[in-house]
């Protein structure tokens, strides 16, 4: 049996990661597997790949995709930060970054705006679920008005859309995809990780234990009325990722998730001018107001400087340079000493 | 490195010269009565002016001045939190004994600002020359000091309308220079520095200034008091620079590839300086840089820029002040625990919460010893002098790579943002340290069972791979892990991995920054002290001496604490710990750390009120511990 290589001549083996700890079903494991194949078909060596998280379910994943590759598992919420920081100093390195809806939407807004303003040179990955999943279900800043959670009150907070918030940014890539959609979402990441800027990328992936509304409590009812001493929060259920979905470009499908409820994906038209941020705002407000998510690649511009090309840097990547090259030499100490006696 | 034993080769010197002033400062009350014999110099300038009027170019053309005549001289400046309008106070030390504390009066007052006159006014001693702007209309009645009005904005009004109010602020440079005989060849060449060689303002201001001395010649004559300036020995290799910009210059000796700052008083001038110096030290003939610098969303970003710098194998600085390392903590933790170097500079201001911004402290030094949620333990590095400030700023990169941890930087507003004397930079007298890192295949080959955590050499310091090399990659992650760098949370694991974090930081008392001694033979009583109080201890050290008590010094440049330290301790039957801060905080890390036995030793002088320390202020306290403890006696005797 022949082994498949890709264009570097690496089997898609070289770009798995570890055994994910993930409830199954869970969509984030998807998004994983998204990410080994378009690195792989896009023949990136994972050994110049970084992949960098902050903390919650999905900043997890990145232990199970690309084992060959570092990482950085960072606090919540302030992973930007700390890919600004890495992005300066090796600006040869890919960086994936996953993201949770916690960390981006709440305590990491901040960061994420600020990456997007200096159009820094990653794929960020938002694998948007409108739950806080490690904490165990509290809601997100991403979750739509009139969820319902298993305990507790309706959703009557207005959510944030990333993606819209993205595109006034100016963010330089911004897409929406949806874990279960494969074919779209590879495609949009190989977009993405050949994207020199911020790609920005808005995965709705359903979290199979903590859905937010009113149904997940009847796909629990059963364990809750035969184990009274069994918490529901501790009890993951098994099911099987989401079905394989395609939407065709301009249509719409209603998609059904692990405990009935309906998440209605339209795919954008292919009219649709991904240069004009007016066109992909519409867009979104459109969808929003007819209970949709709105997919695709939704604004590209290829033309902004990164963050590392606004530093004018050496072309040595920092961390490659020699001591000479970083420390200046004794003439330059002696001509400072004696300038300031001028 | 050994301590280097420093005798007190001033001291002859010191008490030739510091008699009179001990006279002045009531500690030796003169039995003849008040005297006029002519004081050189040996006193202190109040300059009191509203901020925002340009009153520091001309304080600044001051210091410089009689820095340029080869004086010892020290500038403060107490400024308000504040851009334009508010109280704002110069001080400028005279004194050949080589002390740069503000003294504990004013000997020549200068008033300006007419919000504080009254106070500045109440304030002066009996005997204190006023100068005051005598178009501000508000009255001076001191018949016991000598006064002298000058219409100052009249005169700068006829030189220039429209920057009236600032130009009077360099007439009474003029003033004084005819008061207390500066030297004219002086003031010129200070105020080409001021003005870097712009023909406009120096022409100007020159004018203002020659107006000013005219003015002091013709209505006092020599009526003009006590104080003179007198040349002395320039020493040609020095240079008066702020504590800011030294350890900017060092940290670009250093090697830092990235500067990630967050502006905050009083540390942003750290910053500034960094980019002010970078496209003449580290570009290259096309513009490009060797170190980028991001003015970043916030501190907690600031510093997750460093360590993610340090992640990829740089070297990464912040600065920043107390309320920026609290925003900082938590990444602190995660530099500790996942173990990347990089290095935070706190030049500290009056805490707590905003607490006094353009004040001074050392408030900050438990909180970045023991920095973060956890058990923690950081090494912080605390320059006393400029020389230090530039060679700590290069040498913290050395230590965070080699012990793969964040490392401080501890500095204060009074030595941060004031000018002192430099006897110049010591260009590193060894290579970059970049510590363990495995950078070729061979390399990792050689080490029998590799692991990110595992300590093969038994020093608690681990090899570390950097992306992008390919060799053995690791997930870095804050969460507990095993000696493979992989996600565990098995209770041994922890606690060998917590054990030996210890050890790694442990093990570096004994190459840190030792602490720096000046012993005096069996001595009884000795003073540990730190930082910027470094600039006040030989002050203190006379005012001690002249009540009879000889006292041994021990000045701690680093934490974790020495053996030296302990030794210091251990050889004399009393030690002080002084220090600017209310709670004692070095005193509750020695308590801490010494060995029990000599914890009833060690006494704590600890007092802050957001100045900059008076020598004759901390040297009564002292007395007055060692009164309670009963040690003064003894001493004596």
Redesign the interface.
Known sequence: MTIKLNVINLPKDDYQGGKSSLCAGCGHDQISSVVVNAAWENGL?P??I??MSGIGCSSKT??YFL?????????HG?????????????K??TFIAVSGDGDSASIGI??L??AIR?NLDMVYILANNGVYGLTKGQYSATADIGSKKKKGAVNETQPIDLCALAVNLGCTFVARSFSGAKKQLTALMKAALSHKGFAFIDVISPCVSFNNNEESMRSYGYVKDNDVELHTVDYIPHFSPVEEIEVPAGAYRDIELHDGSIVRLETISEEHDPSDAVAALAALHGAEAAKKHVTGLLYFNADKPT??ED?????T???D?S?E????P?E???K??SG??? | MIAALIGRQTNTLNRRIIAPMRQEQGLEPDKEGYHMDTIVNDFSINIATANGTGSQSANLILLQTMADMGVNVSGKNLFPSNISGLPTWYIIRVSDAGYQAPGDRTHIQIMMNKATWEKDIEACEPGTLIIYNSDAKLPVERDDCLVFPVPMTKMARGLHPKLARMIANIVYVGVIAHLIDLDDAAILSALN?QFKGKAKAIDLNTQAVVLGREYAAENFGDERGKYRIEHREVD??S???EGNEAVA?GS????M??L?WYPITPSSSVAENVIAWLP???H?ED????????Q???E?????????????????MTCTSGPGISLMY??IG?SYF?EIPCVIWDVNRAGPSTGLPTRTQQGDLTMLYEASHGDTQFPVLIPGNMEECFEFG?RAFDIAERLQTLVFGFSDLDLGMNKWR?K??E??DE??DRGKVIRTQEQLDAIENYGRYRDVDGDGICYR??????LD???????GRDEDGV?SEKADVYEKNMSRLKRKIDNSRTWLPQPILREEVEQEVGIIYYGSMENTIQEIDDILESTGMMVSQCRIRSLPLSPIAEKFVRDHETTIILEINRDGQMYGILRKELPIELVPRVHSVAYSDGLPPRAKLYAEKIMEVLRDIGATEEVLA
């Not at chain 1, 084992?67 to 606090?75: C, D, I, L, P, R």
């Not at chain 1, 090259?325 to 200046?328: I, N």
């Open positions: 060596d050994r110049n970084a992949k990145p232990a084992g060959q590759s570092h990482g950085f598992n960072t606090v302030r992973m930007p930060s700390v890919t600004t920081g890495a992005a300066m100093n090796n040869d390195l901040g960061q705006i600020h200096r963050a590392a530093q004018n840097l050496v072309s990547p920092l961390v340079l001591d090259q970083l420390r200046p004794k330059a100490l002696d400072i000493n300031f006696l001028d | 520095k040609e290799d240079f008066m620079i210059l670009i000796f250093g090697g590839t990235t990630a003449k030290l580290r290259n513009g490009e840089s060797t170190c980028a610098v991001i970043s969303e916030d907690l970003a600031a510093v997750g820029m460093i360590i993610g710098t340090g992640f990829a194998g740089g070297r990464g938590e990444f995660l996942a290069w430099c110049g930079f260009y590193p290579p970059l791979t950097l992306p992008g090399s390919g990659p690791i997930l870095y992650r804050g969460t996600y």
